[in-house]
């Protein structure tokens, strides 16, 4: 069965930094762009960052670049998201998502996580 397991959230101040990991199982790994959505209190959920299936391309949301790094180790299954200088307004729940596409739409991710949360102090 397909499965998705993020894992890393937590609080911290703003200025500092999160790894947010996720692992695959394998049917959904290999061959899948990854990406990571987050949804903010009262917000829709949005699009934060994307890799493709062999991790030679990245994507990022405006408010993620510079910021933010995805990275995948198909060895183990994994993608992960580093986060740093985080500011108040990146406290969401985190969800880890697979697209047999390459995409940055939520409508072309079928697998989806159950979320982990952020939560960053001012």
């Known amino acids: 069965q397909a499965r998705l397991v993020e894992s890393g959230g937590g609080v911290v101040q703003a200025g500092g930094s999160l790894r947010l990991s996720c692992a695959a199982s394998g049917r959904i790994f290999s061959g899948y762009t990854m990406g990571w959505f987050r949804q903010a209190p009262g917000k829709e959920r949005e699009f934060a960052a994307a890799i493709s299936s062999g991790g030679d391309r990245q994507y990022y949301a405006d408010s993620a670049k510079g910021r933010f790094t995805i990275s995948r180790d198909n060895a183990k299954n994994t993608v992960d998201l580093q986060m740093n200088s985080l500011k108040p307004e990146d406290t969401a729940v985190y969800y880890c998502?697979?697209?047999?596409?390459?995409?940055?739409?939520?409508?072309?991710?079928?697998?989806w996580g159950q979320g982990t949360q952020v939560t960053v102090s001012s």
């Open positions: 998502a697979a697209s047999p596409s390459l995409s940055t739409w939520q409508r072309n991710y079928i697998y």
